[in-house]
């Protein structure tokens, strides 16, 4: 057998496990999917009710442009009906139709409230007819007082924050929104603000490359902010990679192979402590750096309940 063929092998067998990993993950997380409240999962999209009763809500078509409020969510059933399309389901059905998206991959979103990637055959419209819901309209410098207040509640310096990130203007279904935002390595962004969590299109994991020999791999944008403060010495002498989602880990394996060292800093529930311990086992350059967040679920809920030793100075790196 030559080299690249065992090469090819590894890799096949690499993304065979992790796939299996994340099946397996899903599959828990399939039987309780559709118990997730519509309300709060539309919330996290960027939608929210023009009215509202004691056993409904109604909101806008997140799935079309319309005037008048049509799209009702039965607060009893947690089920939703759009009367201008005729269609109604769970949230798993809504989620596939707003993020164009799979079942497996509406699940994963839901898993872990952040937006899935898109396969090829998702990354154009399908003929539903419906049109991405957010578009790009601005990227500025953070400036806008609300982030501020917003980083401020996280425990991140502006400072910090405008190395990485920007502030954006987006349109969702006509209506202007303002969010930080973490740019993919694809183009698209991620977008946070007080409110909710969303996407741009494409959507994929964001990669700092800096030509460091060692990488580190954060699950969100306030797991690398909060890093940045906790220990700026290792995000300044590592290359950077951001999933935005666990769903992205079979892409990116192929990039850990190429460091001599690499440090998971993933999520300390069970989907981040599964991915980690499969990662562990495949990959033997890879070390897991979650301890540094023990007794909290992340770094970010490490850093804002104060447990750590404030490492921050200010950043050699100019925001762009």
């Given at each position: 057998?030559?080299?690249?063929?065992?090469?090819?092998?590894?890799?096949?067998?690499?993304?065979?496990?992790?796939?299996?990993?994340?099946?397996?993950?899903?599959?828990?997380?399939?039987?309780?999917?559709?118990?997730?409240?519509?309300?709060?999962?539309?919330?996290?999209l960027g939608h929210f009710p023009s009215r509202?009763?004691?056993?409904?809500?109604?909101?806008?078509?997140?799935?079309?442009?319309?005037?008048?409020?049509?799209?009702?969510?039965?607060?009893?059933?947690?089920?939703?009906?759009?009367?201008?399309?005729?269609?109604?389901?769970?949230?798993?059905?809504?989620?596939?139709?707003?993020?164009?998206?799979?079942?497996?991959?509406a699940l994963a979103y839901l898993s872990d409230?952040?937006?899935?990637?898109?396969?090829?055959?998702?990354?154009?419209?399908?003929?539903?007819?419906?049109?991405?819901?957010?578009?790009?309209?601005?990227?500025?410098?953070?400036?806008?007082?609300?982030?501020?207040?917003?980083?401020?509640?996280?425990?991140?310096?502006?400072?910090?924050?405008?190395?990485?990130?920007?502030?954006?203007?987006?349109?969702?279904?006509?209506?202007?929104?303002?969010?930080?935002?973490?740019?993919?390595?694809?183009?698209?962004?991620?977008?946070?603000?007080?409110?909710?969590?969303?996407?741009?299109?494409?959507?994929?994991?964001?990669?700092?490359?800096?030509?460091?020999?060692?990488?580190?791999?954060?699950?969100?944008?306030?797991?690398?902010?909060?890093?940045?403060?906790?220990?700026?010495?290792?995000?300044?002498?590592?290359?950077?990679?951001?999933?935005?989602?666990?769903?992205?880990?079979?892409?990116?394996?192929?990039?850990?192979?190429?460091?001599?060292?690499?440090?998971?800093?993933?999520?300390?529930?069970?989907?981040?402590?599964?991915?980690?311990?499969?990662?562990?086992?495949?990959?033997?350059?890879?070390?897991?750096?979650?301890?540094?967040?023990?007794?909290?679920?992340?770094?970010?809920?490490?850093?804002?309940?104060?447990?750590?030793?404030?490492?921050?100075?200010?950043?050699?790196?100019?925001?762009?």
């Open positions: 057998m030559t080299k690249r063929t065992q090469q090819c092998s590894f890799y096949k067998e690499l993304q065979s496990d992790v796939n299996n990993m994340l099946m397996k993950t899903k599959k828990m997380n399939c039987e309780t999917a559709r118990n997730i409240c519509i309300i709060k999962t539309l919330e996290n509202k009763t004691e056993k409904e809500a109604w909101f806008l078509s997140p799935l079309r442009k319309e005037t008048k409020a049509s799209f009702k969510i039965s607060f009893r059933l947690n089920r939703w009906y759009d009367f201008g399309i005729g269609k109604g389901g769970n949230v798993i059905d809504l989620v596939c139709l707003i993020l164009n998206c799979s079942v497996a991959e409230g952040i937006p899935v990637s898109n396969s090829p055959l998702n990354s154009q419209v399908r003929t539903s007819g419906i049109e991405p819901s957010n578009r790009v309209l601005e990227i500025l410098p953070i400036e806008h007082k609300m982030l501020k207040k917003y980083l401020q509640i996280r425990n991140i310096p502006v400072e910090v924050a405008k190395v990485y990130c920007k502030e954006i203007w987006y349109i969702s279904n006509g209506k202007r929104f303002f969010a930080l935002g973490l740019k993919n390595h694809l183009g698209g962004w991620e977008l946070r603000n007080l409110y909710f969590k969303t996407s741009t299109p494409p959507k994929s994991y964001s990669y700092l490359s800096k030509g460091k020999e060692h990488l580190t791999v954060l699950e969100g944008m306030f797991d690398l902010l909060s890093l940045a403060i906790i220990n700026p010495e290792e995000v300044e002498n590592a290359d950077l990679l951001i999933l935005n989602s666990l769903s992205f880990l079979p892409e990116v394996l192929v990039i850990f192979t190429h460091y001599s060292t690499v440090t998971l800093y993933l999520d300390r529930d069970s989907a981040g402590i599964k991915a980690t311990e499969n990662i562990l086992r495949i990959i033997p350059n890879c070390k897991d750096g979650s301890s540094l967040c023990a007794g909290h679920k992340d770094l970010n809920e490490k850093l804002v309940n104060g447990t750590h030793d404030r490492k921050y100075k200010p950043l050699k790196t100019k925001s762009g």
